[in-house]
């Protein structure tokens, strides 16, 4: 494998821990050269803690909860996700009916926003013609939720009809197993 | 891993990895919901989970369970946000470790594609024997 960043130098496959899911090094998708972007998400030191942490457990959470992923024209609807404790966030998917939506996550507590301003779906890897890629957009450092912090993730159906909004996070609990 | 030549760790299991991918292939009828199907792991070694991909037919939810018998996730997810590609399959990280003869991550489907659902799920992975 070419060392990402110079091509002229080699790693031994032998040195690479192949256990490590998100290694960047270990899917030719995110080095260096084919996704730099996600090559530094991996890299961040707060993920490398991460990827190496004891105790911790991988956990997704989906939202809004399925009865309510039915948006009606126009209208707004804020879910407080029922984390675990301690809850790392790394990455994000967001699917739908077909017809765009926008999505912010805030955390409770302090009120930060991830995005600046709402995010549509059609900016989300899926709808950028890059499924190939996967459907994670990983973040650039995991955003920890301490309690009693969560986050709560807000949909807002802005088309003419009735639409299926769903945003999945990914991320790891601590969790002594 | 390279083993350490030192006596003190001579004692110590020696275990040979491999990379290992398990596929789940089924069928689902019209809005058929399965739940806790297991996905057999090998009895002579463990297995590492790393990233899951697949196809359908159509679109379907799922959930599965992590080697502490909990779920991965609050609700089912569609498969699309979940299931990657070979290319670039969804990272399920930190990888939990299924034990050797486990029933693996037992799978609730459901199909909401309203017709029959051919539904192929790959988890990919590492492998290790125990050599010794």
């Keep these: ?85 301690n809850f790392w966030l790394y990455a994000l998917a ?73 945003v999945t996070l990914f991320g790891a609990v601590e969790y002594n197993v | 891993m390279t083993p350490s030549a030192s006596t003190q760790q001579s004692n110590q299991p020696t275990y040979v990895e491999e990379p290992a991918i398990y596929e789940f292939t089924t069928q689902l009828s019209s809005d058929e919901a399965v739940t806790d199907v297991a996905v057999p792991i090998d009895r002579d070694s463990d297995f590492l989970l790393t990233g899951i991909w697949g196809s359908s037919s159509g679109e379907f939810t799922l959930n599965f369970r992590l080697p502490s018998g909990r779920q991965i996730s609050n609700q089912q997810i569609l498969n699309t946000d979940i299931l990657g590609t070979a290319n670039q399959p969804v990272s399920i990280g930190p990888p939990p470790i299924y034990r050797a003869g486990s029933v693996g991550p037992q799978l609730d489907l459901t199909d909401i594609s309203g017709a029959t659902n051919n539904i192929t799920i790959l988890f990919g992975g590492i492998r290790r024997i125990r050599t010794t």
Excluded at chain 1, 69 to 74: A, H, L, N, T
Excluded at chain 1, 129 to 134: A, E, I, L, P, Y
């Design chain 1, 94 to 166: 967001a699917s739908g009916t077909g017809e765009d939506f926008l999505f912010q996550i805030t955390d409770s507590v302090s009120g930060a926003t991830l995005f600046s301003q709402p995010m549509p779906l059609s900016r989300m890897p899926q709808r950028l013609n890059t499924s190939n890629r996967g459907p994670q957009l990983f973040l650039a450092t995991p955003q920890l939720y301490v309690p009693p912090s969560y986050p709560i993730v807000r949909v807002i159906n802005t088309t003419a009809f009735s639409n299926t909004c769903r």
């Design chain 1, 1 to 85: 494998m070419y060392k990402p960043g110079n091509p002229a130098a080699w790693i031994d496959p032998r040195d690479i821990d192949w256990t490590q899911s998100l290694n960047p090094l270990t899917n030719p998708g995110w080095d260096a050269q084919n996704n730099r972007y996600v090559y530094h998400c991996l890299n961040d030191p707060y993920m490398l803690a991460l990827r190496q942490a004891k105790g911790v457990e991988a956990r997704t959470y989906v939202a809004p909860d399925t009865v309510n992923q039915v948006i009606p024209s126009g209208n707004t609807f804020d879910y407080e996700v029922p984390i675990e404790p």
